[in-house]
């Protein structure tokens, strides 16, 4: 997955609250492996 259609997911979702939608959720999920792999912290760990 790229981090375009984590934008997209993220920008597109209904969801106010990300943590409710499994979709986020996995967005979520994959975006704090990239930052992993990347070296970035992310700002909630």
Not at 20 to 38: A, D
Request: charged content about 30%; hydrophobic content about 35%; glycine content about 4%.
């Amino acid at each position: 997955m790229s981090l375009l259609f984590i934008e997209k997911v993220s920008k597109y979702c209904p969801h106010i609250i990300l943590s409710i939608c499994h979709i986020c959720l996995e967005g979520e999920r994959k975006r704090r492996l990239l930052y992993k792999e990347k070296g970035i912290e992310s700002l909630e760990s």
